[in-house]
């Protein structure tokens, strides 16, 4: 059985023109963290918590 995993969104805020930030908690095997996503519609998202990770190219 995989653990539950689940996010909870706090707010989300626009930076710039095209570009917004999404704050939130992620919850893994019943450990709760805030986590930062950056989002530029021009080129990748970007996310840190404990330590910085990247999808999209």
Do not use: W
Request: with cysteine; charged share 25%; proline share 2%.
């Amino acid at each position: 059985m995989y653990p539950k995993i689940s996010f909870t969104s706090t707010y989300i805020e626009q930076l710039e023109d095209k570009k917004f930030a999404l704050h939130g908690n992620l919850t893994i095997k019943d450990l709760t963290k805030h986590i930062d996503c950056f989002y530029n519609s021009i080129y990748r998202e970007q996310c840190k918590s404990m330590g910085a990770r990247r999808m999209g190219s």
